[in-house]
Protein backbone atom coordinates (compact mmCIF):
# COMPACT_ATOMS: atom_id res chain seq x y z
CA UNK A 1 0.00 0.00 0.00
CA UNK A 2 2.66 2.50 0.78
CA UNK A 3 4.91 2.00 -2.40
CA UNK A 4 1.60 2.15 -4.37
CA UNK A 5 0.80 5.37 -2.64
CA UNK A 6 4.18 6.78 -3.11
CA UNK A 7 4.08 5.63 -6.92
CA UNK A 8 1.03 7.29 -7.38
CA UNK A 9 2.02 10.45 -5.88
CA UNK A 10 5.39 10.25 -7.97
CA UNK A 11 2.93 9.80 -10.86
CA UNK A 12 1.11 13.04 -10.01
CA UNK A 13 4.62 14.94 -9.63
CA UNK A 14 5.70 13.85 -13.03
CA UNK A 15 2.21 15.01 -14.64
CA UNK A 16 2.37 18.41 -12.91
CA UNK A 17 6.03 18.81 -14.11
CA UNK A 18 4.55 18.97 -17.66
CA UNK A 19 2.51 22.17 -16.38
CA UNK A 20 3.09 25.62 -15.80
CA UNK A 21 1.48 24.27 -11.61
CA UNK A 22 5.00 24.40 -10.35
CA UNK A 23 5.76 27.82 -11.21
CA UNK A 24 2.90 29.09 -9.42
CA UNK A 25 3.02 27.43 -6.85
CA UNK A 26 7.03 29.03 -6.28
CA UNK A 27 5.68 32.17 -7.51
CA UNK A 28 2.99 32.19 -5.18
CA UNK A 29 4.96 31.01 -2.08
CA UNK A 30 7.16 34.53 -2.76
CA UNK A 31 4.34 37.02 -2.87
CA UNK A 32 4.62 39.22 0.03
CA UNK A 33 1.64 39.21 2.47
CA UNK A 34 2.18 41.41 4.58
CA UNK A 35 -0.68 44.44 4.47
CA UNK A 36 1.64 47.57 3.88
CA UNK A 37 1.13 51.29 2.72
CA UNK A 38 1.53 51.46 -1.16
CA UNK A 39 4.62 53.81 -0.35
CA UNK A 40 6.64 51.41 2.22
CA UNK A 41 10.13 52.75 2.94
CA UNK A 42 12.24 50.62 4.70
CA UNK A 43 14.02 51.53 7.93
CA UNK A 44 16.17 48.26 7.93
CA UNK A 45 16.67 45.64 5.31
CA UNK A 46 16.62 42.27 7.28
CA UNK A 47 17.85 39.20 5.47
CA UNK A 48 17.56 35.27 6.38
CA UNK A 49 20.73 33.60 5.50
CA UNK A 50 20.91 30.57 4.19
CA UNK A 51 24.39 28.10 4.02
CA UNK A 52 27.79 28.93 3.44
CA UNK A 53 29.24 31.31 1.10
CA UNK A 54 29.55 31.12 -2.25
CA UNK A 55 26.39 30.05 -2.17
CA UNK A 56 23.59 30.53 -4.64
CA UNK A 57 21.14 31.86 -2.46
CA UNK A 58 22.81 33.38 -0.59
CA UNK A 59 24.43 35.56 -3.03
CA UNK A 60 21.23 35.61 -5.07
CA UNK A 61 19.56 37.47 -1.77
CA UNK A 62 22.93 39.53 -0.65
CA UNK A 63 22.37 41.17 -4.39
CA UNK A 64 18.88 41.97 -3.01
CA UNK A 65 20.35 43.52 0.11
CA UNK A 66 22.70 45.74 -1.36
CA UNK A 67 20.63 47.10 -3.97
CA UNK A 68 17.44 48.23 -1.59
CA UNK A 69 19.99 49.09 1.04
CA UNK A 70 21.83 51.05 -1.78
CA UNK A 71 18.72 53.18 -3.01
CA UNK A 72 16.90 53.70 0.72
CA UNK A 73 20.03 54.25 2.70
CA UNK A 74 19.30 51.70 5.24
CA UNK A 75 21.34 49.57 7.59
CA UNK A 76 21.39 45.93 6.93
CA UNK A 77 20.44 43.20 9.57
CA UNK A 78 21.50 39.67 8.85
CA UNK A 79 19.83 36.28 10.13
CA UNK A 80 22.63 33.54 10.09
CA UNK A 81 24.11 31.32 12.33
CA UNK A 82 27.43 32.00 13.85
CA UNK A 83 30.49 31.39 11.39
CA UNK A 84 32.77 33.78 11.05
CA UNK A 85 34.08 32.53 7.53
CA UNK A 86 30.84 32.99 5.67
CA UNK A 87 30.12 36.17 7.84
CA UNK A 88 33.40 37.68 6.96
CA UNK A 89 32.82 36.57 2.88
CA UNK A 90 29.03 38.23 3.34
CA UNK A 91 30.83 41.56 4.58
CA UNK A 92 32.87 41.38 1.75
CA UNK A 93 30.25 40.75 -0.67
CA UNK A 94 27.82 43.95 0.20
CA UNK A 95 30.83 46.01 0.75
CA UNK A 96 32.04 45.12 -2.90
CA UNK A 97 28.30 46.23 -4.00
CA UNK A 98 29.02 49.24 -2.45
CA UNK A 99 27.68 48.67 1.44
CA UNK A 100 29.57 49.99 4.27
CA UNK A 101 30.37 47.17 6.31
CA UNK A 102 29.71 49.23 9.52
CA UNK A 103 25.93 49.65 8.38
CA UNK A 104 25.46 45.96 8.57
CA UNK A 105 24.76 43.78 12.09
CA UNK A 106 24.37 40.42 12.14
CA UNK A 107 22.14 38.02 14.91
CA UNK A 108 23.43 34.82 14.90
CA UNK A 109 21.21 32.74 17.40
CA UNK A 110 19.13 30.31 16.62
CA UNK A 111 18.88 27.77 14.13
CA UNK A 112 16.00 28.20 12.10
CA UNK A 113 13.03 30.98 10.97
CA UNK A 114 11.12 30.86 14.31
CA UNK A 115 14.60 31.00 16.63
CA UNK A 116 15.95 33.41 14.41
CA UNK A 117 13.15 36.21 14.46
CA UNK A 118 12.94 35.42 18.55
CA UNK A 119 16.54 36.13 18.79
CA UNK A 120 15.99 38.90 16.82
CA UNK A 121 13.12 40.79 18.80
CA UNK A 122 15.43 40.22 21.66
CA UNK A 123 18.16 41.61 20.43
CA UNK A 124 16.65 44.71 19.14
CA UNK A 125 12.98 44.92 20.62
CA UNK A 126 12.77 48.63 19.10
CA UNK A 127 12.26 46.70 15.44
CA UNK A 128 8.88 45.32 16.50
CA UNK A 129 7.58 49.01 15.52
CA UNK A 130 10.07 50.04 12.66
CA UNK A 131 9.48 49.42 8.84
CA UNK A 132 11.45 45.96 7.82
CA UNK A 133 11.76 44.51 4.51
CA UNK A 134 12.27 41.25 4.90
CA UNK A 135 14.47 39.83 2.17
CA UNK A 136 14.94 35.84 1.57
CA UNK A 137 14.37 32.94 -0.90
CA UNK A 138 11.39 32.79 -2.64
CA UNK A 139 9.80 29.38 -1.17
CA UNK A 140 11.00 30.65 2.36
CA UNK A 141 8.90 34.10 2.49
CA UNK A 142 5.92 33.13 3.63
CA UNK A 143 6.84 31.41 6.90
CA UNK A 144 9.16 33.82 7.00
CA UNK A 145 6.55 36.74 7.18
CA UNK A 146 4.18 34.52 9.17
CA UNK A 147 6.72 34.26 11.93
CA UNK A 148 7.59 38.10 12.03
CA UNK A 149 3.57 38.76 12.45
CA UNK A 150 3.88 35.93 15.16
CA UNK A 151 6.09 37.78 17.06
CA UNK A 152 4.54 41.01 16.33
CA UNK A 153 6.53 43.03 13.77
CA UNK A 154 3.90 45.72 12.97
CA UNK A 155 5.82 46.99 9.79
CA UNK A 156 7.03 44.29 7.26
CA UNK A 157 7.28 43.93 3.49
CA UNK A 158 8.71 40.44 1.99
CA UNK A 159 10.50 40.47 -1.22
CA UNK A 160 11.26 37.53 -2.51
CA UNK A 161 14.97 37.07 -3.83
CA UNK A 162 13.84 35.43 -7.51
CA UNK A 163 16.26 34.38 -9.97
CA UNK A 164 16.11 36.24 -13.01
CA UNK A 165 14.87 34.36 -16.29
CA UNK A 166 16.63 33.64 -19.78
CA UNK A 167 15.03 34.83 -22.66
CA UNK A 168 16.73 33.02 -25.42
CA UNK A 169 16.17 29.86 -27.03
CA UNK A 170 18.14 27.05 -25.54
CA UNK A 171 17.50 24.33 -28.33
CA UNK A 172 20.25 22.90 -29.73
CA UNK A 173 20.59 23.00 -33.35
CA UNK A 174 22.82 20.07 -35.10
CA UNK A 175 24.55 23.16 -37.37
CA UNK A 176 25.31 24.57 -34.18
CA UNK A 177 27.84 21.69 -32.91
CA UNK A 178 31.28 21.10 -34.15
CA UNK A 179 32.18 18.77 -36.31
CA UNK A 180 33.07 16.13 -33.80
CA UNK A 181 29.69 16.19 -32.11
CA UNK A 182 27.72 14.86 -34.93
CA UNK A 183 26.77 11.84 -32.70
CA UNK A 184 24.47 14.38 -30.71
CA UNK A 185 21.17 14.48 -31.72
CA UNK A 186 19.79 17.54 -32.49
CA UNK A 187 16.96 18.69 -30.09
CA UNK A 188 14.58 21.55 -31.55
CA UNK A 189 12.39 21.49 -28.12
CA UNK A 190 14.01 22.75 -24.97
CA UNK A 191 11.04 21.94 -22.74
CA UNK A 192 11.89 18.70 -21.76
CA UNK A 193 15.69 19.72 -21.58
CA UNK A 194 15.42 21.88 -19.06
CA UNK A 195 11.49 23.32 -17.86
CA UNK A 196 10.41 19.55 -16.86
CA UNK A 197 13.67 19.09 -14.84
CA UNK A 198 13.59 23.18 -13.29
CA UNK A 199 9.64 22.31 -12.35
CA UNK A 200 10.21 18.89 -10.91
CA UNK A 201 12.70 20.37 -8.98
CA UNK A 202 10.21 23.29 -8.15
CA UNK A 203 7.88 20.70 -6.76
CA UNK A 204 10.61 19.33 -4.45
CA UNK A 205 11.38 22.81 -3.13
CA UNK A 206 7.49 23.83 -2.76
CA UNK A 207 6.34 20.09 -1.18
CA UNK A 208 9.64 20.34 1.26
CA UNK A 209 7.87 24.03 1.93
CA UNK A 210 4.20 23.30 2.30
CA UNK A 211 5.69 20.30 5.57
CA UNK A 212 7.63 23.13 6.53
CA UNK A 213 4.44 25.63 6.80
CA UNK A 214 2.31 22.39 8.79
CA UNK A 215 4.86 21.78 11.14
CA UNK A 216 5.66 25.75 12.12
CA UNK A 217 1.50 25.59 12.63
CA UNK A 218 1.29 22.59 14.50
CA UNK A 219 3.66 23.77 17.00
CA UNK A 220 2.22 27.42 16.75
CA UNK A 221 5.13 29.41 15.53
CA UNK A 222 3.05 30.94 13.06
Not at 61 to 88: C, M, Q
Not at 152 to 157: Q, R, S, V
Not at 196 to 215: G, P, S, V
Request: net charge neutral; charged share 20%.
Amino acid sequence: MILISLGILFAIAIILAFTPAPFFMHYNLGKNISKSDSCFIPEYIVMLGAGGMPESNNLMRLHYVAEFAGNYKTPVIILHPADSATKEKMLYELSCKGINRDDVTFSTDGTNTHTQVLALKKLMPELTDKKLLIITSPEHLRRTQKCFIKQNFNHIYGKAAFNSTIDFDLSLDKTQLDDDDDFIIAVNNSRLRYTFWNYLKLEITCFREYFALLYYKINAWI
